[in-house]
C-alpha cells in the first residue's frame, strides 16, 4: 500500500468550518465553511478580489483570521481563529503564481530546498525521483531561466512534493501559461498528484481550468462560499442566479407555464415549448413551487440550449406562434413563440461554429425586436448572413427565476 495512503487516517483531508476574515476593517471572508475528500481534486473558483488567496493564505497558516476552525487529517491546526499548528509543520505544500524557484540555484538544488536533511545518496534519490516523476530526466543541472514556463512549475510543484505533504495547496499557478497550456499542465499536475495520493485544492478564477482539474468545486463570490459540488452540480443546478450567471455563457429569458390541450403542463420560451410533464428531472423541488406560485418566470439558456436543426424548414410568413394560458388571478393572455430567427452574423470560437440571430417579426414589436440570441451550428451546413432559420431546445434540468410583479402604487 502506498505509504500516503497509509498516512491517512480521516475520511477528510481538510475540513474548514466558520472562517471568517477582515482585513483593515473590511470583512473578506464570511463564514466559509467546506470539506475537501481524502484523495481528491477541489477548486476554490471566483473572480479577482472574491477572496481566493486570502483563504489560501488562511488554510497554510500564512494570514490570521478573526474566526473558525481548519483541521487537516482530522488534526486542527487553526482554533478559534487562533493558529495551534505553525505553517511549516501542517504537512500542506504550497505552489504559487509566480512560480518561487531561487534563480541563483540549479533545478536540482531547488528540489532540495523542500528536501528533509539526509546523506548525499538520499538526496540524489529524492531528485532523480521528482525528476522522474515530473518527466524532465536530464535537467537538475539547469537554472531557471533555462525552462519553459511549463517546466519551471513541474519543478515547483516537484519541490513542494519533496516535503511529503498531505495537501497542496495551489494558488493561479497557471495563470502565466497560455490557455493550452493552462490546460494541459492542469491536468498533467493533476496526474502527477494522483500517483503520489497527495490531495490538492485549487485556487483560481479560471472556469475551463477549473472545471478541467476538479473532483469538487466551490464558487466564491465577495467573500461567501456560495455553493459547492461536483462541476456537473455547478454547471447544470446552481443554487442561485449568482452561480447561473458566473458559470458558463447565456441569458435570461422570459417563459410562462402553460397548460396544452390536453392538460399536459408545457413551458413556453421564445424559441419553442419545452415539455415539463413526462420528466421529473427537468424540474428541481425550488423549481416545481416556481411554476405553482409565480405570475412571471424567466430561463437561463445557455450557447449549447438552443441549436439549429439540420434539416431546416423552408421559410413561411407565419412568423410568431401565440400560445393562450390563463394567469392564477384569472386573465386570459397571449405568450409568443418566435418562429423564425435571421443570421446577422456568423463566426468561429474555439474552432466551433456560432451564429448571431435576430427575430423576424410580421409586425414589428418592441419587446421581441430586441430579443438577439447566439447558438452553436452543429453541422458543416453552409448557413448565410440573412437566411431565415429555425431553432429548438435541448434542456437538462430547468434553471429558473421568478419576477416579482410590478406593486401598485398608493
Given amino acids: 500500500m502506498n505509504q500516503q495512503i497509509e498516512r491517512l487516517t480521516n475520511s477528510h483531508i481538510l475540513e474548514v468550518e466558520d472562517i471568517c476574515c477582515d482585513i483593515g476593517g473590511n470583512a473578506i471572508l464570511k463564514n466559509l465553511s ?42 486542527m491546526v487553526t482554533e478559534n481563529g487562533a493558529p495551534v499548528v ?17 534563480p541563483h540555484l540549479s533545478v536540482r538544488d531547488n528540489l532540495l530546498f523542500g528536501a528533509p536533511e539526509c546523506s548525499r545518496i538520499e538526496q540524489q534519490e529524492i531528485v532523480n525521483r521528482l525528476l522522474t516523476l515530473i518527466d524532465l530526466e536530464g535537467y537538475q543541472e539547469r537554472f531557471p531561466h533555462e525552462l519553459s514556463g511549463g517546466q519551471q512549475q513541474r519543478v515547483a510543484l516537484a519541490r513542494t ?17 497560455e490557455q493550452e497550456q493552462r490546460l494541459r499542465l492542469a491536468q498533467q499536475v ?3 498528484l494522483k500517483e503520489q495520493s497527495i490531495s490538492a485544492l485549487l485556487v483560481t478564477h ?31 443546478r446552481p443554487q442561485n442566479q449568482q452561480v447561473a450567471e458566473f458559470i458558463g455563457s447565456g441569458n435570461w429569458y422570459d417563459c410562462q407555464c402553460v397548460l396544452d390541450e390536453t392538460g399536459k ?48 424548414q423552408e421559410f413561411t410568413k407565419e412568423c410568431i406562434d401565440d400560445i393562450c394560458y390563463t394567469t392564477p388571478n384569472n386573465t386570459m393572455r397571449h405568450f409568443p413563440i418566435i418562429k423564425w430567427w435571421q443570421v446577422t452574423e ?65
Fill in 346 to 410: 456568423k463566426y468561429f470560437a474555439g474552432f466551433l461554429s456560432f451564429v448571431d440571430l435576430k427575430p423576424v417579426l410580421e409586425i414589428e414589436d418592441d419587446t421581441l425586436s430586441k430579443l438577439r440570441v447566439n447558438v452553436f451550428i452543429r453541422s458543416n451546413r453552409e448557413i448565410m448572413i440573412g437566411q431565415k432559420v429555425r431553432v429548438e431546445l435541448e434542456v437538462g434540468e430547468l434553471i429558473l427565476r421568478s419576477i416579482p410583479s410590478p406593486q401598485p402604487s398608493p
Fill in 265 to 312: 403542463q408545457k413551458l413556453a420560451t421564445p424559441f419553442g415549448v419545452i415539455d415539463i410533464s413526462t420528466d421529473n428531472k427537468l424540474l428541481s423541488e425550488k423549481n416545481k413551487s416556481m411554476l405553482q406560485g409565480s405570475d412571471k418566470l424567466q430561463i437561463f439558456l445557455r450557447q449549447e440550449n438552443i441549436y439549429l436543426p439540420v434539416n431546416q
Fill in 190 to 192: 493533476k496526474h502527477i
Fill in 206 to 236: 479560471d472556469q475551463q481550468e477549473a472545471f478541467a482539474f476538479a473532483d469538487y468545486i466551490g464558487i466564491i463570490i465577495d467573500g461567501e462560499l456560495v455553493q459547492w459540488g461536483t462541476p456537473e452540480d455547478i454547471y447544470y
Fill in 34 to 75: 467546506f470539506k475537501v475528500p481524502a484523495g481528491s481534486f477541489c477548486c476554490l473558483l471566483g473572480k479577482s478580489g472574491c477572496g481566493k488567496t486570502t483563504l489560501f493564505r488562511a488554510l497554510s497558516g500564512l494570514q490570521e483570521v478573526q474566526q473558525g476552525q481548519v483541521s487537516v487529517n482530522g488534526r
Fill in 86 to 102: 505553525l505553517s511549516q509543520h501542517r504537512k500542506i505544500g504550497l505552489v504559487f503564481q509566480d512560480y518561487t524557484l531561487f
Fill in 161 to 177: 512534493l519533496a516535503s511529503d505533504p498531505l495537501l497542496v495547496l495551489l494558488d493561479e499557478p497557471f495563470s502565466n501559461l
